[in-house]
């Protein structure tokens, strides 16, 4: 399937953090902007996914992070529009 292809490209640059220069696993904590008091410290990169909500739509990108709320680590999903 097309969105296979397109998928495994985008988990290769994630976790390569050679291509980008920059590690998407694990990163020195940020705020979540609409809420600061959730920090995110990395992305999942296994998990990237893409999909597409109706045929005429761009492709959404589905990103699995992980976050830190005050001393505990949780994983959440986040949803952003590509």
Not at 56 to 77: F, K
Request: glycine share 2%; with cysteine; net charge negative.
């Amino acid at each position: 399937m097309m969105y296979d292809d397109q998928i495994e490209k985008l988990q290769a640059v994630l976790i390569d953090d050679e291509a980008c220069r920059f590690n998407f696993a694990s990163f020195e904590a940020i705020p979540l902007p609409l809420d600061p008091e959730v920090r995110i410290k990395g992305i999942i990169p296994e998990s990237a996914s893409l999909f597409k909500v109706s045929p005429d739509s761009e492709n959404t990108l589905w990103l699995n992070l992980r976050i830190m709320l005050e001393i505990s680590c949780y994983i959440c999903c986040l949803q952003l529009l590509a």
